[in-house]
T-cell receptor, first 116, second 112 residues
Framework: EAGVTQFPSHSVIEKGQTVTLRCDPI?????LYWYRRVMGKEIKFLLH????????ESGMPNNRFLAERTGGTYSTLKVQPAELEDSGVYFC??????????????FGQGTRLTVV | LAKTTQPISMDSYEGQEVNITCSHN???????ITWYQQFPSQGPRFIIQ???TKVTNEVASLFIPADRKSSTLSLPRVSLSDTAVYYC?????????????FGQGTELSVKP
């Protein structure tokens, strides 16, 4: 079974440009999450989808970030316009937990975004 | 959400048992404790989760004392491939939608 896949693995863009990150969760997982680690900082939660609905977007830094999950399958995270401080590694995770004792999230390998 | 404190780094040698302790003094009644492992250039990977006492799986053991204010991840006979960052997370994951709050983690370095 394929794991969580993210595209691209690396992206270098100029300040002011637009970048779209994609995440394909594990098939059948209703829950999809985006996280980000900025250089030297901890991994931070961005938002949570349940199927196509945004369940929690409390971690989205500002309105330059737009996440979508049309049809409840793959998700995209668009940054427009990108700023230098948006550089970091963006992780996607998915889960289908229905057991209190094992709430396991499966992470992708991340997209390393560099804004220059 | 309960805050966690763990050592920033640890060193070990191949074949040794490694114990990483995490403090979570304000853990709530409904909170569980979970540990993730992260290798360079990869996303975090679930290792183990528990509520109280001891949990063991094929990878590690998790020891949780009665007051639940701390927990210890035990890795038996580590190898070089266990070099990674280990994160201790605490929360009512089931009722908070699976949201994970990461701390700084413990960077474990295993030497030959």
């Amino acid at each position: 079974e394929a794991g969580v896949t993210q595209f691209p693995s690396h992206s270098v863009i100029e300040k002011g440009q637009t970048v779209t990150l994609r995440c394909d969760p594990i098939s059948g997982h209703d829950n999809l999450y985006w996280y980000r680690r900025v250089m030297g900082k901890e991994i931070k939660f961005l938002l949570h989808f349940v199927k196509e609905s945004k369940q929690d977007e409390s971690g989205m830094p500002n309105n330059r970030f737009l996440a979508e999950r049309t049809g409840g399958t793959y998700s995209t995270l668009k940054v427009q316009p990108a700023e230098l401080e948006d550089s970091g590694v963006y992780f996607c995770a998915s889960s289908q937990f229905n057991l209190r004792v094992r709430t396991e999230a499966f992470f992708g390998q991340g997209t390393r975004l560099t804004v220059v | 959400l309960a805050k966690t404190t763990q050592p920033i780094s640890m060193d070990s040698y191949e074949g040794q048992e490694v114990n990483i302790t995490c403090s979570h003094n304000n853990i709530a009644t409904n909170d569980y404790i979970t540990w993730y492992q992260q290798f360079p250039s990869q996303g975090p990977r679930f290792i183990i989760q528990g509520y109280k006492t001891k949990v063991t799986n094929e990878v590690a053991s998790l020891f949780i004392p009665a007051d639940r204010k701390s927990s210890t991840l035990s890795l038996p006979r580590v190898s070089l491939s266990d070099t990674a960052v280990y994160y201790c997370l605490v929360g009512d994951f089931y009722n908070q939608g699976g949201k994970l709050i990461f701390g700084q983690g413990t960077e474990l370095s295993v030497k030959p």
